[in-house]
């Protein structure tokens, strides 16, 4: 009785597995999957790039009291630049109400400066662009490209160098030398930093313009440098390298007064001076002397030292030496 009912059950299974066909296999592309959400540690792939752009305005409309010689020292420029951009020639008269471009000197400063893009990445590794220039021919003419893609060649770097292993680092470099190859230890060789350092507008070698006590700080309401006492005559020294933009005594407060534009950030002012060595158009170093104190302009026998960061009276204490 039992086997009858065991055999009636198995019929009963293989039935139900006929009636039942098993689900066809469907073939399906990749699977891709969503991104998981950032997380709090988690940090964007996207690589940081910064660029500068010229602080100043493209115009100025001028107002009263201006002068060129004061509109220059105010926003950074050689006078004798606004001239020639605006057409305005000697004596450079100026008027209530015009208006002054800035736009291509601002342009000029910005290429002179310009540095290549500089790219950092997520494991802090700075990558500069690659120089390329089209494929040409013999002649130096552009080859005209058969597809829409057109293939670089490379001009700089003018050297691979390989990354770094310990077989590379204990290689040894031949170089032919008539018939004879002679081993090369190609062990580094130690540089000064500093050789391969770049310029940097910022960080000047300053020096103190002359020598005395300072008997008025830098305040940005009442004074806009430090006042040096001395003696009638004692030299007055530029207190970095760079370029006379301006001698004279155009500018209402200042007496004899010496502009030095050191780059694209930083000019120096010199004023009250007796007697002024320098000339407009000189280039000089630090510690020439370009003037001698004196008290044009002023109550008292002294020097007006200024320095101006983009045109803004910043403190020389904060750049010059300890005394």
Same mark, same amino acid.
């Not at 001239?83 to 002179?112: E, R």
């Given at each position: 009785?039992? #086997?009858?009912?065991?055999?009636?059950?198995?019929?009963?299974?293989?039935?139900?597995?006929?009636?039942?066909?098993?689900?066809? #296999?469907?073939?399906?592309?990749?699977?891709?999957?969503?991104?998981?959400?950032?997380?709090?540690?988690?940090?964007?792939?996207?690589?940081?790039?910064?660029? !500068?752009?010229?602080?100043?305005?493209?115009?100025?409309?001028?107002?009263?009291?201006?002068?060129?010689?004061?509109?220059?020292?105010?926003?950074?420029?050689?006078?004798?630049?606004?001239?020639?951009?605006?057409?305005?020639?000697?004596?450079?008269?100026?008027?209530?109400?015009?208006?002054?471009?800035?736009?291509?000197?601002?342009?000029?400063?910005?290429?002179?400066?310009?540095?290549?893009?500089?790219?950092?990445?997520?494991?802090?590794?700075?990558?500069?662009?690659?120089?390329?220039?089209?494929?040409?021919?013999?002649?130096?003419?552009?080859?005209?490209?058969?597809?829409?893609?057109?293939?670089?060649?490379?001009?700089?770097?003018?050297?691979?160098?390989?990354?770094?292993?310990?077989?590379?680092?204990?290689?040894?470099? #031949?170089?032919?030398?008539?018939?004879?190859?002679?081993?090369?230890?190609?062990?580094?060789?130690?540089?000064?930093?500093?050789?391969?350092?770049?310029?940097?507008?910022?960080?000047?070698?300053?020096?103190?313009?002359?020598? !005395?006590?300072?008997?008025?700080?830098?305040?940005?309401?009442?004074?806009?440098?430090?006042?040096?006492?001395?003696?009638?005559?004692?030299?007055?020294?530029?207190?970095?390298? !760079?370029?006379?933009?301006?001698?004279? /005594?155009?500018?209402?407060?200042?007496?004899?007064?010496?502009?030095?534009?050191?780059?694209?950030?930083?000019? /120096?002012?010199?004023?009250?001076?007796?007697?002024?060595?320098?000339?407009?158009?000189?280039?000089?170093?630090?510690?020439?002397?370009?003037?001698?104190?004196?008290?044009?302009?002023?109550?008292?026998?002294?020097?007006?030292?200024?320095?101006?960061?983009?045109?803004? /009276?910043?403190?020389?204490?904060?750049?010059?030496?300890?005394?």
């Amino acid at each position: 009785m039992k #086997v009858k009912i065991v055999i009636a059950l198995l019929a009963l299974f293989l039935a139900a597995c006929e009636s039942n066909p098993p689900a066809p #296999v469907i073939e399906r592309g990749p699977q891709t999957s969503k991104p998981a959400p950032p997380t709090a540690s988690s940090k964007p792939s996207a690589a940081k790039v910064t660029a !500068g752009k010229d602080w100043r305005p493209d115009s100025y409309t001028v107002k009263k009291g201006d002068t060129l010689f004061s509109i220059g020292l105010e926003y950074g420029y050689d006078y004798k630049e606004i001239a020639t951009t605006n057409n305005i020639a000697p004596p450079y008269p100026i008027q209530i109400g015009q208006k002054l471009s800035f736009s291509s000197l601002n342009a000029k400063t910005a290429s002179a400066g310009t540095n290549p893009v500089m790219v950092e990445n997520d494991d802090g590794v700075v990558v500069s662009p690659i120089k390329t220039e089209p494929a040409g021919t013999s002649t130096g003419t552009v080859a005209q490209p058969t597809s829409s893609v057109v293939t670089p060649v490379l001009t700089e770097p003018r050297g691979i160098r390989e990354p770094y292993s310990l077989e590379a680092f204990n290689r040894k470099t #031949v170089v032919a030398k008539s018939t004879e190859a002679k081993p090369v230890d190609t062990k580094p060789v130690e540089t000064n930093s500093t050789d391969t350092k770049p310029i940097d507008d910022e960080n000047l070698n300053w020096s103190w313009p002359t020598q !005395g006590k300072v008997i008025a700080n830098f305040n940005e309401a009442s004074n806009k440098g430090i006042d040096i006492a001395g003696s009638l005559g004692q030299s007055i020294n530029a207190a970095s390298s !760079g370029k006379v933009i301006y001698t004279g /005594s155009d500018l209402r407060g200042y007496g004899k007064l010496v502009i030095i534009k050191h780059n694209k950030i930083f000019l /120096s002012v010199y004023a009250h001076n007796s007697k002024i060595i320098a000339k407009e158009g000189q280039t000089v170093t630090a510690g020439q002397k370009i003037a001698e104190m004196g008290n044009t302009d002023a109550n008292a026998v002294k020097l007006h030292f200024e320095v101006r960061r983009q045109g803004k /009276s910043v403190d020389p204490a904060k750049y010059l030496p300890q005394n």
